[in-house]
């Protein structure tokens, strides 16, 4: 995938939640900081791809272009916001041929199954918000399996940059993780 790189976003919670047990965002992970800075970065994005209850959730009101990651539906088609997409179907890089042909930044902002994927398939970053004092039993983590998020990121070959601070009055920090570089390059 030469002519894109592919950046993932989440906020988590201390127990790598992104999601309340019934699979909603709860309140405690919505925060002006982290919302100001993850709206920049997908405006940068020449293709948002995100699972199909995050495309349901979240209104597409600024008419970013997007793919919607579903088992429901075969191969890629179009639909009246967004392309749908079965990985299944259509392998990444001839999603993306189609999409994006010229390249570009590909965001990818969530839920667990597209998490899951690019987990497996490969990405360049992960943005990763951390909600130091937010607990959610029983929550939606953001990878499924076993393993706390930077172990996952770790051993997918990412490694962390520099924390920075978000929000102290939340006590939100930001750590981007991205592909280890090898000399000197990524």
Not at 85 to 109: I, S
Not at 139 to 167: K, N
Request: aromatic letters at 6%; glycine letters at 10%; proline letters at 5%.
């Amino acid at each position: 995938m030469k002519n894109w790189t592919v950046h993932l976003y989440a906020i988590l919670s201390a127990d790598d939640c992104i999601a309340d047990a019934d699979g909603n965002m709860p309140r405690a992970l919505m925060n002006d900081a982290d919302w100001r800075y993850f709206q920049a970065e997908l405006d940068t994005c020449a293709l948002i791809v995100l699972g199909r209850q995050s495309h349901l959730s979240a209104p597409n009101t600024a008419r970013r272009r997007r793919v919607v990651m579903s088992r429901r539906v075969h191969g890629l088609s179009a639909g009246d916001d967004a392309h749908w997409w079965n990985p299944a179907d259509v392998p990444l890089e001839a999603m993306l041929r189609e999409l994006v042909p010229q390249g570009g930044k590909v965001g990818v902002p969530g839920g667990q199954a597209a998490f899951d994927y690019f987990l497996q398939s490969g990405m360049d970053s992960f943005h990763l918000t951390r909600a130091h004092d937010v607990l959610l039993p029983g929550g939606r983590t953001v990878f499924s399996g076993e393993g706390a998020a930077e172990a996952r990121l770790a051993a997918a070959g990412l490694a962390p940059g520099e924390s920075v601070v978000l929000d102290a009055a939340a006590n939100m920090t930001l750590t981007v993780w991205s592909r280890a570089q090898v000399g000197g390059r990524p």
